[in-house]
Structures are given as structure tokens and as C-alpha cells.
């Protein structure tokens, strides 16, 4: 399988807890995406990382929040003392260039 | 800042029909691209088709095709001939600059058989 992959696919945590997801791109595809997607909504942008380098962080991510892509590879987006409010889908996608994004399956946080 | 607006939350549509989906934008920049995107009920979002705002025909791909009205800034989304397996929820998105997409809310489609 060449697409983009995510782990984990669900996660339940409890509040205050610190949690860590993954995302390998196509292994072509230098531009790399973190987006999250609450219940009847569309996707919003989280940041954008251009091989090792995260060029832009939305404003939806708090301190609490953070991204990396260490080697221009795989990604990690963790989440510090969560909170119910990050309850939702993270996706991840990769692109080659400036047109379509892939994505993946994306990881389902649920925080009690 | 840029907008996507979907306006019809859900729609049904026959089996075989075809179905209309709107997507109106709002940007003041002359370079950017459009997509839409299929969600079906396991999540992931499916690229179905991209037009790019100077391009001067419509995107087509198989029973895909965009109505890009760039004047109107409208980006609707043709299903032809659907079929069961179309059941799902439809993105219209917008890049503007080099990478971030804006989505909209999205529209539910359910095909009946």
C-alpha cells in the first residue's frame, strides 16, 4: 500500500492525558499536512510542514499542540493535558506539489 | 480570508440519476485551485477531481465533472449516472497560495436504489 497511513486509528484517552499520533506520507511527496475535522464539519487546517520544515501553525493550535517531521519523513502531532474540546478526526495528507492532497484514513481521538 | 460555502446540507438522488452539488467560493486572489473530495462513513477523504482557476475547461474525470463559473465564483460538482457506492459526504475546497486547503461544510448525498 503506497497511500498515506496513520496510527492510530482510534484513540480514547482521559483528560489530561498526552497523546501522540503518527502520519507516513507517500514517500514521494514532500509536503506534508495536519488537518482536524469535527462531527458535520469540514476539515480545518492545523499546520504545514515542507520536509523538516513546519512553515505555518493555524491559530487553532494551542501551546498544547505540536508537530514535527524530524527527518522530512513521517510526522507526529502530539497533544498535551488534552481536553475535551480535542475530541475529533486529525488527518494527515501529502502532496507533491500544489494540486490534489492525499489523505489518510486519519486517527479518531475521543477524550472522556 | 477565503470561503467555501455549500449550501445544501443533504440530498438524495435515484440510482442511475445524475446530481448536482453547489459550491460557491469567495477570494480575492486570481491564482487558485478548487477540489472536491468524497467521505464515505469510514473516514477517509477520497480526491475526486481539481480545477484550476486559469484553466479555461471544465475538470472531467469518468462520471466526475466540475462546472466552474468563475465569474458567479461557483464550483459545482456533476455525479453522473450515480450509483449505490456514491452514498457519502462531498468537500468542496479551495487552495489558495501554495498549500493549505479551506473546506466547506459539506453536502450528504444518499443514493436510493
Known amino acids: 500500500d503506497t497511500g498515506v497511513s496513520q496510527d492510530p486509528r482510534h484513540k480514547i484517552t482521559k483528560r489530561g492525558q498526552n497523546v501522540t499520533f503518527r502520519c507516513d506520507p507517500i514517500?514521494?511527496?514532500?509536503?506534508l499536512y495536519w488537518y482536524r475535522q469535527t462531527l458535520g464539519q469540514g476539515p480545518e487546517f492545523l499546520t504545514y510542514f515542507q520536509n523538516e520544515a513546519q512553515l505555518e501553525k493555524s491559530r487553532l493550535l494551542s501551546d498544547r499542540f505540536s508537530a514535527e517531521r524530524p527527518k522530512g519523513s513521517f510526522s507526529t502531532l502530539e497533544i498535551q493535558r488534552t481536553e475535551q474540546g480535542d475530541s475529533a478526526m486529525y488527518l494527515c495528507?501529502?502532496?507533491?506539489?500544489?494540486?490534489?492532497?492525499?489523505f489518510g484514513p486519519g486517527t479518531r481521538l475521543t477524550v472522556l | 480570508a477565503q470561503k467555501i460555502t455549500q449550501t445544501q446540507p443533504g440530498m438524495f438522488v435515484q440510482e442511475k440519476e445524475a446530481v448536482t452539488l453547489d459550491c460557491t467560493y469567495d477570494?480575492?486572489?486570481?491564482?487558485?485551485?478548487l477540489f472536491w473530495y468524497k467521505q464515505p462513513s469510514s473516514g477517509e477523504m477520497i480526491f475526486l477531481i481539481y480545477q484550476g482557476s486559469y484553466d479555461e475547461q471544465n475538470a472531467t474525470e469518468g462520471r466526475y465533472s466540475l462546472n466552474f463559473q468563475k465569474a458567479r465564483k461557483s464550483a459545482n460538482l456533476v455525479i453522473s449516472a450515480s450509483q449505490l457506492g456514491d452514498s457519502a459526504m462531498y468537500f468542496c475546497a479551495m487552495r489558495v497560495g501554495d498549500y493549505k486547503l479551506s473546506f466547506g461544510a459539506g453536502t450528504t448525498v444518499t443514493v436510493r436504489a
Open positions: 495528507a501529502s502532496s507533491g506539489g500544489y494540486n490534489e492532497q492525499f
Open positions: 477570494t480575492s486572489d486570481q491564482s487558485y485551485g
Open positions: 514517500s514521494e511527496h514532500n509536503r
